[in-house]
């Protein structure tokens, strides 16, 4: 047995070595083929898109597209740096013409973080590159050699990133995998797929076409390079961020930096048993006979939702929280639910999100493990299609479907019909002193009279607006009428 075992460990040893030695021939063919044997640094250029990760019109449909042109980007292998920019036309969520602005991204060698370095090292020569200098292991799918290494960045789990990298029967890089941690997928795959390569000047290889999928599998980059320069001899350049416009300093911070402490949860007693949670996203805490009902109990992130929830049980103590309405799915309004999860509270959407947050919020964990993975609870998602009515006998809360709103299919108001209250998120913000009545009137406010007052014909006071107005406050039904020239 003991010769057995020994024979077992030598040819395990052996195997290992083996594996080794055929990943480095078949990353030295590839070098080979893609013409990089000498490659340091590469700039490329051409046209296309990004998408909105987490801000779709619909919880299954793609992200929202940001059309690019005169896209570049130039990357130094040897110093780990990147700079891409590019021209962006996107069309506002609330209608209207399409607005220019600016894409830019920036690495440096002190922006280590893997959710940066990637951008570099999941390209084709970046992927090479990495599985050459970390002991790369080869396996075989599908007719692709697949290459594995692990990156020196750790996840907060604390362990390594893994990436994975596909080449073809030419010696192509055709796709590269990583995964990175996220409040809604969990370990979230980026998937990077390189196809239609040309040859630049020198011999080179680049992708014509490229592709970067996250979460779900949409896209959030698609390229369309043109062409590409090697060994840019102005590379540095190329990578180095321009300095701040005059009379603004640079921004404070960097790794090592302190980072500020959330504000706290505060109270305020709206009526009898209703308490609006501010500190954050306005959050709404609503006593029943026997339990809570929270409005937008899990936005922005899990800390942010535990601030809620432990307010909320403050103001109302001694009884459970049971319900938390989700206005919708948007990230920066469901990054906090997994606090909801772990509570055992149910959260309550419109009926397109339940299949998406289903999928998303029972995803593996084990990059960033949150409060919901550590628990073991599962998600509990009840929906509503046009209204549901929430009530104990004396207390009722309504909830309403929002139709025909640009920003997002699916978004919910609550209502309290006897302390004349209506809770809403993302539709409009208060129109400033200086300008009541916006010239051309806001698409959002206008879909909003139309469903609250013109339909539902609900008779409410106030207003509490998850997005707090600055300064601070909730509206009226008067001031939100008049912003439309009504009365």
Same mark, same amino acid.
């Given at each position: 047995?003991?010769?057995?075992?020994?024979?077992?460990?030598?040819?395990?040893?052996?195997?290992?070595?083996?594996?080794?030695?055929? !990943?480095? /021939?078949?990353? =030295?063919?590839? @070098?080979?083929?893609? $013409?990089?044997?000498? +490659? &340091?640094?590469? %700039?490329?250029?051409?046209?296309?898109?990004?998408?909105?990760?987490?801000?779709?019109?619909?919880?299954?449909?793609?992200?929202?597209?940001?059309?690019?042109?005169?896209?570049?980007?130039?990357?130094?292998?040897?110093?780990?740096?990147?700079?891409?920019?590019?021209?962006?036309?996107?069309?506002?969520?609330?209608?209207?013409?399409?607005?220019?602005?600016?894409?830019?991204?920036?690495?440096?060698?002190?922006?280590?973080?893997?959710?940066?370095?990637?951008?570099?090292?999941?390209?084709?020569?970046?992927?090479?590159?990495? !599985?050459? /200098?970390?002991? =790369?292991?080869? @396996?075989?799918?599908? $007719?692709?050699?697949? +290459? &594995?290494?692990? %990156?020196?960045?750790?996840?907060?789990?604390?362990?390594?990133?893994?990436?994975?990298?596909?080449?073809?029967?030419?010696?192509?890089?055709?796709?590269?995998?990583?995964?990175?941690?996220?409040?809604?997928?969990?370990?979230?795959?980026?998937?990077?797929?390189?196809?239609?390569?040309?040859?630049?000047?020198?011999?080179?290889?680049?992708?014509?076409?490229?592709?970067?999928?996250?979460?779900?599998?949409?896209?959030?980059?698609?390229?369309?390079?043109?062409?590409?320069?090697?060994?840019?001899?102005?590379?540095?350049?190329?990578?180095?961020?321009?300095?701040?416009?005059?009379?603004?300093?640079? $921004?404070?911070?960097?790794?090592?930096?302190?980072?500020?402490?959330?504000?706290?949860?505060?109270?305020?007693?709206?009526?009898?048993?209703?308490?609006?949670?501010?500190?954050?996203?306005?959050?709404?805490?609503?006593?029943?006979?026997?339990?809570?009902?929270?409005?937008?109990?899990?936005?922005?992130?899990?800390?942010?939702?535990?601030?809620?929830?432990?307010?909320?049980?403050?103001?109302?103590?001694?009884?459970?929280?049971?319900?938390?309405?989700?206005?919708?799915?948007?990230?920066?309004?469901?990054?906090?639910?997994?606090?909801?999860?772990?509570?055992?509270?149910?959260?309550?959407?419109?009926?397109?999100?339940?299949?998406?947050?289903?999928?998303?919020?029972?995803?593996?964990?084990?990059?960033?493990?949150?409060?919901?993975?550590?628990?073991?609870?599962?998600?509990?998602?009840?929906?509503?299609?046009?209204?549901?009515?929430?009530?104990?006998?004396?207390?009722?809360?309504?909830?309403?479907?929002?139709?025909?709103?640009?920003?997002?299919?699916?978004?919910?108001?609550?209502?309290?019909?006897?302390?004349?209250?209506?809770?809403?998120?993302?539709?409009?913000?208060?129109?400033?002193?200086?300008?009541?009545?916006?010239?051309?009137?806001?698409?959002?406010?206008?879909?909003?009279?139309?469903?609250?007052?013109?339909?539902?014909?609900?008779?409410?006071?106030?207003?509490?607006?998850?997005?707090?107005?600055?300064?601070?406050?909730?509206?009226?039904?008067?001031?939100?009428?008049?912003?439309?020239?009504?009365?």
């Amino acid at each position: 047995m003991k010769r057995l075992m020994a024979a077992l460990a030598f040819i395990s040893l052996v195997s290992a070595s083996a594996a080794a030695q055929d !990943a480095k /021939a078949v990353l =030295a063919a590839a @070098s080979k083929a893609m $013409g990089m044997d000498n +490659l &340091t640094s590469i %700039t490329i250029y051409g046209s296309g898109a990004n998408f909105n990760l987490g801000q779709s019109n619909n919880a299954n449909d793609q992200w929202p597209r940001n059309n690019l042109s005169d896209y570049q980007r130039s990357i130094d292998f040897s110093t780990s740096t990147s700079r891409a920019t590019a021209v962006t036309f996107a069309a506002p969520v609330t209608g209207g013409p399409p607005v220019q602005g600016a894409f830019q991204q920036n690495i440096t060698p002190t922006n280590t973080a893997w959710i940066q370095q990637l951008e570099i090292w999941t390209t084709p020569w970046g992927f090479v590159k990495g !599985a050459m /200098a970390n002991n =790369a292991t080869l @396996s075989s799918s599908g $007719g692709s050699k697949v +290459l &594995t290494w692990t %990156t020196t960045q750790k996840a907060p789990s604390g362990v390594s990133y893994k990436v994975v990298g596909y080449v073809n029967a030419q010696n192509l890089v055709t796709r590269v995998d990583t995964w990175l941690e996220n409040p809604i997928f969990g370990d979230m795959l980026v998937e990077n797929n390189y196809s239609n390569y040309r040859e630049a000047l020198g011999g080179s290889m680049y992708p014509a076409t490229i592709v970067q999928r996250r979460g779900n599998g949409q896209p959030v980059l698609e390229l369309q390079i043109l062409g590409a320069n090697v060994n840019p001899a102005n590379i540095t350049a190329l990578v180095t961020p321009p300095p701040p416009p005059a009379g603004r300093g640079g $921004g404070p911070g960097g790794p090592g930096a302190p980072v500020a402490a959330p504000p706290a949860a505060t109270s305020t007693k709206l009526a009898d048993g209703v308490y609006r949670i501010g500190g954050g996203y306005i959050a709404m805490a609503i006593e029943m006979k026997d339990h809570i009902v929270l409005f937008e109990g899990g936005p922005q992130n899990e800390t942010r939702s535990q601030a809620i929830i432990a307010e909320a049980k403050k103001v109302i103590p001694n009884k459970p929280i049971r319900y938390s309405i989700l206005t919708h799915h948007h990230f920066d309004h469901s990054s906090g639910l997994p606090a909801v999860v772990a509570e055992g509270i149910t959260i309550i959407t419109h009926e397109n999100n339940k299949a998406f947050l289903t999928r998303a919020l029972t995803a593996p964990r084990t990059l960033a493990p949150d409060s919901m993975s550590k628990s073991g609870k599962k998600p509990v998602i009840e929906t509503v299609q046009e209204k549901r009515v929430l009530t104990d006998g004396t207390r009722v809360i309504e909830i309403y479907h929002v139709r025909g709103l640009p920003h997002v299919e699916g978004m919910l108001v609550a209502y309290l019909p006897k302390e004349k209250i209506l809770a809403y998120a993302d539709m409009f913000n208060a129109p400033p002193a200086n300008d009541p009545v916006p010239n051309p009137p806001v698409v959002g406010t206008q879909v909003f009279v139309a469903n609250v007052v013109d339909q539902l014909k609900l008779d409410f006071d106030t207003v509490v607006s998850v997005h707090a107005p600055n300064p601070d406050r909730n509206y009226s039904k008067a001031e939100i009428l008049k912003s439309l020239g009504r009365n």
